[in-house]
């Protein structure tokens, strides 16, 4: 191999390692942020709300961090630039949306489905989302399908069953199993248009501020129903690290970003998902949850989905 090529080939190589660690760190956030908006719900005994409160409070910290500085209104005026001009469509910049919808999904479900059966659907549909989009090039960067990406998201699926085979239960109505399913499909179309935001805004504090713009809005619509449904609640926490969902969230949010330019949708999911297993695992370790354990299967599943990111961010043989 001539020395050109293999500096080359070694350059990549660092490239997606590094995109894949910054979405394992954004991962591992995103336990945080579960662990946090989780007991939020519970003290209000509405997840729906409290996945409006993480948001709306990124939604607010990212405001902050925008618009008073130039370059955040810089890269607002390029984006809407880019809307009027028609470089980029309206339903590019509604990926924020599709985190919504996933949060949804959480409160609707998986009382009904059970943890495992929902934290499986959502994955599968998530790696053939990821592949599909990164094959047709949705995202900045077209990453084709290879033998090693194939089998990387093959054996990924099979891995988070495992790592979750104890909170497998009976379902009470798996055909719900739909709507994790269409959430999945959808985290990995998100974070394809989200890269396509970053390079036309050229900031990814704009392209964050956008997320929590849409997911916020179609939040308040579903609270809305809530409320009126359920009414309000009766009780708030006082403390308030149950309020950083939203600031762990604009870290998750900005690491998938800034990584799917690098290592494209489907290295960035399976990435996150092994930050959040791993992440899970320190949680349990450090801040175990009343009447959680750490089992066995739970570590081998871990390790195999970690197996599974390096299969896949294999390169391919020419």
Known sequence: MPLAEAVTSREAVRVRVVGALVAFVGGAFLTVQGRLNGELGHVFRDGFLAALVSFGGGLLLMLLIVLPARAGRAGLARLREALRDGRIRWWQCVGGACGAFFVSTQGLTVVALGVAVFTVAAVASQVVSSLLVDAAGLGPTRQPLTVPRVVGAVLAVPAVAVAVAEDFASPSALWLAVLP???????????????????????????????????????LVVCAVDVVVRGFPTAAPSEPWFYAGGALGICTIGSAVLA???????????????????????????????????????????????LAVAVAALPSRR
């Open 260 to 306: 799917v330019r690098w290592i494209g949708v489907l290295l960035v999911g399976l990435a996150q998902v092994a930050g959040q297993l791993v992440g899970a695992l320190a949680v349990d370790v450090i801040a175990p949850a009343a009447g959680t354990q750490l089992s066995a299967t739970t570590v081998v599943g871990t390790v195999l989905t970690l």
């Open 181 to 219: 399913a269409v959430a999945g499909m959808g985290l990995g179309w998100q974070q394809a248009v989200n890269g396509l935001v970053r390079e036309t805004a050229g900031s990814t504090r704009v392209t964050a501020l956008v997320n929590f713009s849409t997911g916020t809005a179609v939040l």
